[in-house]
């Protein structure tokens, strides 16, 4: 029998192993010949890859596919060196400015379209074997009518290269 003054039979509670400390986040110290990348930067992509990618996104694009076209030229974007960068970054707001084009939003199509022509304006006729004065001029028709207040329907621009990579015989 237990007497008031008597405390009550309990078990010990059970004793927890410690967890190891994690340590402190340490950022990796770049290599004595790397330099350090801005945010948002990647290193260099290899020719071979460059020319995939901004052929792939040429594909996309002229197949309607405008939001896959610019995550193939983003990719190239992120990696450019600054002479390059808004050549990929034009023609990626092109690419976005269509696609709210698609949507039917008037002031995203506007917004984009307008900075995207800006950008490659500066690599006109011509840059990275594509041609741009064609791109150029036919966005900027779109863009008139989106000033004009009109939401025109989309006759998607083109983008050509300027010489075929491999000459074709179709005498077969």
Same mark, same amino acid.
């Given at each position: 029998?237990?007497?008031?003054?008597?405390?009550?039979?309990?078990?010990?509670?059970?004793?927890?192993?410690?967890? @190891? /400390?994690? %340590?402190?986040?340490?950022? #990796?110290?770049?290599? *004595?010949? +790397? @330099? /350090?990348? %801005?945010?948002?930067?990647? #290193?260099?992509?290899? *020719?071979? +890859?460059?020319?995939?990618?901004?052929?792939?996104?040429?594909?996309?694009?002229?197949?309607?596919?405008?939001?896959?076209?610019?995550?193939?030229?983003?990719?190239?974007?992120?990696?450019?060196?600054?002479?390059?960068?808004?050549?990929?970054?034009?023609?990626?707001?092109?690419?976005?400015?269509?696609?709210?084009?698609?949507?039917?939003?008037?002031?995203?199509?506007?917004?984009?379209?307008?900075?995207?022509?800006?950008?490659?304006?500066?690599?006109?006729?011509?840059?990275?074997?594509?041609?741009?004065?064609?791109?150029?001029?036919?966005?900027?028709?779109?863009?008139?009518?989106?000033?004009?207040?009109?939401?025109?329907?989309?006759?998607?621009?083109?983008?050509?290269?300027?010489?075929?990579?491999?000459?074709?015989?179709?005498?077969?």
């Amino acid at each position: 029998m237990i007497g008031p003054m008597a405390e009550p039979k309990t078990k010990p509670a059970p004793t927890r192993a410690k967890r @190891p /400390q994690k %340590a402190a986040a340490v950022p #990796p110290a770049a290599a *004595p010949h +790397e @330099p /350090q990348l %801005a945010r948002g930067r990647t #290193p260099p992509l290899d *020719p071979k +890859e460059r020319h995939e990618l901004l052929h792939r996104g040429v594909a996309l694009f002229n197949g309607l596919r405008y939001w896959h076209a610019h995550e193939a030229w983003e990719t190239l974007w992120r990696a450019a060196d600054e002479e390059e960068r808004d050549f990929y970054q034009g023609l990626i707001m092109v690419a976005a400015g269509l696609l709210h084009l698609q949507r039917r939003n008037a002031r995203g199509a506007r917004n984009k379209l307008g900075e995207g022509i800006a950008k490659l304006r500066k690599y006109e006729p011509t840059h990275q074997g594509l041609v741009l004065t064609e791109l150029v001029a036919r966005c900027d028709l779109i863009l008139d009518e989106l000033n004009e207040g009109l939401l025109p329907y989309l006759i998607p621009p083109v983008i050509r290269f300027v010489e075929m990579e491999r000459a074709q015989d179709f005498n077969r």
